[in-house]
Every structure is written in C-alpha cells, then in structure tokens.
C-alpha cells in the first residue's frame, strides 16, 4: 500500500505545496515506485521518450563570486585558474556536432569584464557560423551559463546566437539564498537576471541545490511553485555536494543532511517537477552520477530528459571542481559518449540525434527554435 498522501497526490493534474512535500517525503520502496512510473508517464505523455544530449564545455573555471559552497570560488587559493582560448571552445563545439549532439552548453565562473563578454560573444558566433550544416541547417543549438550579467551583455550573446541561458537561483528562499551567499550575491539581483533574459527571448533554465544545511522539504516544495510561477522551460537541479575548501563544508559536517537523503530527494524533486511543470526540460546531471555510478540514469528514469555529457578538454577537467567526487575526470569525450549512449539505451530510452532538444513548454511559447530539426 502506498502512502494516502502520495497516492492523492499523484492522482492529481495539478500539485499544491502539501502534495510535493508528501512527494518528497517518500521513503518507502513502494512509494518511490509509483512516484517514479508516474513521473514517466507524465514524460512520455508530454516530451517522448528521447533524451537529448548538450555537450558541456566548463570553459573556464576564473570567477569573481565567493558562493560559500563552490569548490572554485574566487576565495579558494588552491584552485589552478584556466581559460580555454576561442579556437578550443570552438573546437570542442564543433566536435559536439559532429558527434551528433544538437546542442552545446558553454560554462564558466563568472566574471563580468569586457575581455570576457567579448570572448563569449565571439565564441557564440563562431559556433553557430561554423556549426551549420545538412544535417543541423540551423547550425548547434547553444545554452550559456555564465552567470549574472548586465542586461545589455545578455542581449549581445543572445543576438550571436545563443538562444537558451541556465540560471540557477540556488534556492527560491530569500533567507536560503543569504545564507550561503556572501552580501554583495543578491537574490532580487538573480530573479532581475532570470526576468531579462525571459524578456530578451531566451529559453530560461534555474535550478537549486538540494541538501543544503538548514533547507527542509518546504523549502523545496516551494522551490517547485517558483519554478512554475515564473514559468521556465528547463530545469537543471541536483544535489548539494561538499568541497573540503569551502565554507559550507563546516557546516555540512556538523548539521549537513546524509548523502543518501540528498541522492533520494533529488530524485524526488526531478519527479515532482516533471508531474507539476509535465512538459519542460529536466537534466540529470552530474552531481547525481557524483553521488552513485548510475545516477544519471536514475534521474532519466525519474523524469528527467537531457543529460551534459563532458567535453571540457582532459587537461583542464580536473581544475573545474565545484565539489568532490565529480565523475569522468579520466574519460577523453569519445569514452564519455560512447558509455553514455549505452546507459540510455539499457533503460530502454532513444537518443534525440541532429536536434536543439527544445522543450516543448518553449515551442508553446513561440519562443526561438529549431525549426529545421528533423526529429
Ligand atoms: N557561474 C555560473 C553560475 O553561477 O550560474 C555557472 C557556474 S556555477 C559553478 C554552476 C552551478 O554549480 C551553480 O549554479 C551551483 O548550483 C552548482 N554548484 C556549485 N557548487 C556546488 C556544490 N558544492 N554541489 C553541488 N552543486 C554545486
């Protein structure tokens, strides 16, 4: 017998804050079973069955900001500092769409100066130039996540051809967000940067981290309201990881949550998500595969959509360490793609080739897209 409140729940079109919390709350096998198989159906009924590939280039791990979690926070001395030159993100793009992918993530720590902006301008362009093709007309598919800047940057990148931007707000609490933020990182300041480049026509994609010390399931299930009341299109979200060279890490070992409770709820937020938001996108990503060798495909069975494999160049991989444990520091991209593909298709899923992958919440909206796909 499930859980009442899990049942009414997942009985439900659509979720209040009492039906997530009973959702996150499972711990029970059985539940967990009917949370997932109802989180897959939701999938198939409103995306497919394909899982799309964006190939992660962590370009560079120079950043100005202090998060008081993030292993390569301006703060940590011990960090090797690297920034890949424009021919090698263009490179590892290209490399991405000849493998098939349709779609490229380019990620950094954030830094605000006009050698930067004018980088990541370029390398946009020259992307979207040099990656067209037959098989990809509209050239690749490109997301950016280089955090908060002014609005007028974020109009530059979006006119280069850029046309998805993730932003995660860390936690929809105010307080949360304080918490592990120094003063100068403001909550209003993220939500302004998530309004503008909704307004600017991106594809808007936030997240949170999930088992930070002091966060509750409230807090969670309220982190799904906000990502429905400000109506993104994709969501990357995992869980919260220590990195022995950060703040949080202290408070992690003294009040932090357990690995397993984190590694569960994540799974659990990726299915309420899908059951409240039902036709956006969801990553598994790789904080989950951090936690367990199979918790990316975990994620995808638990509603998820869209997974990054690597392609960040082996020499530098290593230095983009937000947490420990991060997973495929040894494999060269090919390694990652090949393994990936077979995880995907062991759980019976299809890998959406030659294509943006844009939610279909998105596509509803009218917003920029891939018109030309195939699939
Ligand atoms: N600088 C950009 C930004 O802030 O959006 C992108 C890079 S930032 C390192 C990417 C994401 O890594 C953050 O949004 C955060 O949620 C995640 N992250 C950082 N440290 C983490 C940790 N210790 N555990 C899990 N996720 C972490």
Not at 52 to 79: A, D, M, T
Not at 86 to 110: H, M, N, P, R, T
Not at 241 to 246: A, D, L, V
Request: proline share 3%; with cysteine; charged share 25%.
């Amino acid at each position: 017998m499930t859980n009442r409140a899990i049942e009414l729940a997942l009985s439900k079109d659509s979720l209040d804050k009492t039906d997530i919390v009973a959702i996150l709350s499972a711990t029970d096998r059985q539940d967990l079973h009917a949370i997932r198989d109802r989180a897959s159906e939701v999938l198939k009924q409103y995306c497919g069955d394909e899982v799309y590939f964006r190939g992660l280039v962590e370009f560079s791990n120079e950043c100005v900001n202090n998060c008081i979690y993030c292993g390569i926070r301006l703060g940590n001395p011990n960090v090797q500092r690297y920034l890949l030159s424009e021919d090698d993100i263009v490179a590892s793009a290209l490399w991405c769409a000849d493998k098939g992918y349709g779609s490229v993530v380019l990620q950094s720590g954030e830094r605000h100066d006009r050698q930067f902006v004018e980088l990541v301008e370029r390398s946009v362009r020259r992307i979207k130039n040099e990656s067209r093709s037959e098989r990809l007309p509209s050239g690749l598919g490109i997301t950016l996540c280089v955090g908060e800047q002014k609005r007028e940057d974020y109009e530059r990148f979006f006119a280069a051809g850029a046309h998805r931007y993730l932003l995660r707000i860390e936690s929809s609490s105010p307080e949360l967000y304080a918490r592990i933020h120094p003063a100068n990182q403001k909550w209003d300041d993220r939500l302004a940067c998530l309004r503008w480049l909704r307004e600017i026509g991106f594809q808007v994609g936030t997240g949170v981290m999930i088992g930070l010390p002091t966060q509750t399931l409230q807090h969670l299930a309220d982190d799904i309201l906000f990502f429905r009341e400000i109506d993104v299109d994709m969501i990357g979200m995992g869980p919260y990881i220590p990195h022995n060279e950060t703040p949080l890490a202290a408070d992690h070992a003294e009040y932090g949550w357990q690995t397993e409770d984190a590694y569960r709820t994540a799974l659990l937020m990726i299915a309420a998500a899908r059951i409240a938001l039902k036709d956006i996108n969801i990553a598994a990503t790789t904080a989950l595969q951090a936690l367990r060798p199979l918790g990316r495909e975990e994620g995808l069975n638990f509603g998820a959509n869209v997974v990054m494999p690597q392609l960040t160049p082996m020499d530098v991989r290593r230095n983009y360490l937000l947490y420990e444990g991060k997973p495929c520091l040894d494999e060269s991209a090919e390694q990652c793609l090949d393994c990936l593909e077979t995880r995907i298709r062991s759980i019976g899923r299809r890998v959406g080739c030659d294509a943006w992958g844009d939610s279909r919440h998105a596509l509803a909206r009218g917003a920029r897209a891939d018109t030309t796909a195939r699939s």
